[in-house]
């Protein structure tokens, strides 16, 4: 790149003397980026060679694209109007007619705007012809203005390799960096060190590239040595001293800015939440005094009186109304009468009053709160069934507020269709749904939905070269209600107005034919929801019953008669499963910053489950007890234990690189009269969401080596898996890599060899063994994975593929695990492909 002389390309920036906050913290306040790379600007300039050669070609045609759009207009819109009036007096005259025209903003579909006129014309004056014209113009002149755009841009910012491979370069500039230092210190300063001072140094080299090097001393950091709120409102000054205890000033700790703010922020929601509904965070401000005694501060939060009287007033709630279909004609509404201290208008559709009424956490008598004010407005939102929800408060007296919530209900019918394809566990292909929703209809606030979906899989047959297509399909039917039914009483639903809480009741049918199997599966299930607003869910369902026919192939079921455990092939006999369910979720995605600064997200997911022979359920009331209780016509029954941890962390390094790992870990046990788990209830490890070394379910279990041409899914009673990935940006392009390692297996908890089997031998014993979790022998048979891979940031959708490849195999002789070396660098590769992060 050619440069003028005394011009500098920026490529480095750093500090020196920064003992109390790391670069990364620092960096925000540079007035200048330098060039985060030598290749980009290789790119830009690559790419501004071929650029500059084409800017008057491209100039020429941002000009006639202008001229063509600019004589449509005038062209176009000249007949668009002279269809309606004769001439531009005529028009006049109509405008000067006040009643004849209402004039709405530009984009109203009410009103056409004339750029040759430069006025508003009612669209009802044009004839149906005179439409048509006008939606064409439209088309084209959009299609004119994105050629526009497309040449534009290549002018102002350059062709697509400077854009998006390449980087314009930055050039040093003595004022940013004089900026930057100022910056620099502000944000020192804000930081409790007051005494800051910092200079610059500039290294430059032969190709005229130049690093900025700042040279910090910092100086000792203030404390906070006394802390006083002062106000002259001594009720106010209760409600703050009852809260001292979670204020962010803290006497003998450093000195922070932020924290001043955040203390801000807290008195004045602390002030809102108790009834203060005119205070606001401007009555606040802050006194420091650093003069007293050297590197300490005394901090004073002083509260201003109101500017038309001496103190604060605290407001109470004496009315409520509720107006659940706000657009309705006034003429068309009802008022229905109280509920809870709560007055209800309603229009066209009736709701439960009841129903609602638990979602208000609004109370009459109570001071206004502005937390539980947003709670109300979320809780009903959350609904589903209004689609704007808004609470507004009007003064009725000195100290009296009218709260009045407003709401505008969606459609009562909605239906939608989706489709698209899955890329998820080694399965690809269409797969279509439509959803039909009935809101209230049981009068209660409730959604009745229809759902149905299908869907077609592409997999590679196991153990066989050809492909085979897998074929899924379902129909399910659920009521969902916004609050615990049965299990809770009105009062405690009401005192959960701030949580978001459903009871769902589904049944659907689904069939679905695999590789190995194909299955029909009945299912209904009974489920409580409930939400905080912590971003902690609990979903508890004492109900869940399935009806299972499963069909093996031929194959499949050969290759599973020749194992010592049997107990494997009974697990697919037709089963009758009932069972009880709990699962804990916690999330914090967007929250957890770190002290410098970066994004951590956290995933918890707790899930218990007890299942218990359904025969229960039909022996209680006939009092029938005979017969083999593992059995009930025809169908086997299962009595289990199940549960699983699930916890994921992803920690921002820098702006562009993380560090994501997972550890996944869990067991599931037959109870009572149960030898085995149906197949459903087994873990399984293995695929591109578990080790992308491994096929889905080919991992495990234990050392366990297939003695068959098939290779059987690898069913286990434990798991632990790890996964541990670094993820980077790839250049400015909407592109991330990532290289990780996988480790994960699973186990069987107990030797199910069957004496009769027709390979019980010695050999097969041992075999069987290599299955079973030995607390000794564990460790040594993880199956480790490494790899590589690229994901596609679409913004609403992400890409992946990873390339895996074998580290350890566990199915390997002991000692003849290490298998990375037997391979070349371009062999023994599993590819994967999948919709989103693999955790």
Known sequence: MDLEENEYILINQKFEGNENFDQESLRPYLKQKEMSSRSALFFYDLGKKYNDLNLEKFQAKVNHYEHLRDS???????????????????????????????????????????????????????????????????????????????????????????????????????????????????????????????????????????????????????????????????????????????????????????????????????????????????????????????????????????????????????????????????????????????????????????????????????????????????????????????????????????????????DKFQYSIEGGVNINENLTGPFASLSLKNRNFLNSADIFKLQGNISVDVQTALGEAETTTLYEGGISANFSFPRILFLLPNKFNERLSNSITKTDIQVGYNKARTVNYSSTQLQGFFRYQFQNKRRNWWNFSPLDVSIINADLSDKYRESLEDLPDQTILSSYDSAFLTSMNLFYLSTTPMYGMNKSGKLNEHYLKVFLEYGWNGKALFTSTTGDTSGDPSKMSGYSLYHFFKMYVDYRNIHALSKSTKFAWRFYSGFALPLGTSETLHYSKYFYAGGPSNNRAWNFRELGPGSYTPTTDVTEYSEGEFIITTNLEYRFRIWNLPLEGAVFTDISNVWMLRNNETSDSSTSDENSEINNNDRVFQINDFWKEFGVGAGFGVRLDLSVLIFRVDFAKKVFDPAQELGERFVLPNTSITEGWTLGFGIGYPF
């Open 72 to 410: 449509l207009t005038i062209q176009q819109e000249k007949e668009l109007f002279e269809l309606y009036f004769e001439s531009i007096d005529q028009y006049v005259n109509y405008l000067e007619d006040e009643n004849a025209l209402i004039i709405k903003d530009f984009y109203s579909h009410d009103t056409v705007y004339h750029t040759q006129y430069e006025t508003y014309v009612p669209i009802e004056l044009y004839r149906k012809d005179s439409l048509k014209i006008l939606k064409k113009v439209r088309k084209i002149r959009k299609k004119i203005n994105d050629k526009i755009d497309k040449y534009r841009i290549k002018i102002d910012e350059g062709n697509w390799v400077m854009r998006s491979l390449g980087k314009k370069p930055v050039f040093y500039n003595e004022e940013a960096i004089e900026g930057s230092i100022y910056q620099l210190s502000r944000y020192y300063h804000s930081n409790g060190f007051f005494h800051n001072h910092i200079e610059y140094e500039l290294d430059t080299t032969e190709k005229a590239e130049i690093e900025v090097n700042y040279k910090i001393d910092e100086g000792d950091q203030f404390m906070v040595r006394i802390y006083d709120v002062v106000t002259s409102d001594t009720t106010l000054l209760d409600v703050i001293n009852q809260n001292r205890d979670q204020s962010h000033i803290q006497e003998n700790q450093a000195y922070n800015q932020s924290s001043l703010d955040r203390e801000r922020s807290r008195i004045a929601k602390l002030l809102r939440n108790n009834g203060y509904y005119d205070f606001n965070k401007s009555l606040i401000q802050f006194e420091v005094d650093t003069t007293e005694r050297p590197l300490h501060a005394n901090v004073k939060l002083v509260i201003k009186d109101p500017s038309d009287q001496d103190k604060h007033t605290q407001y109470k709630v004496t009315e409520i109304t509720f107006d659940s279909d706000y657009d309705q004609p006034i003429q068309k509404k009802t008022a229905i009468g109280q509920y809870d201290s709560i007055s209800f208008i309603e229009g066209n559709n009736h709701y439960s009053p009841k129903v609602l009424s638990s979602k208000v956490g609004v109370r009459k008598g109570d001071f206004f709160n502005e937390d539980v004010t947003s709670q109300t407005r979320s809780g009903l939102t959350n609904m589903d069934i209004f689609k704007f929800v808004n609470v507004e408060y009007e003064k009725i007296g000195e100290d009296s507020l009218r709260a009045s919530i407003r709401s505008t209900p969606f």
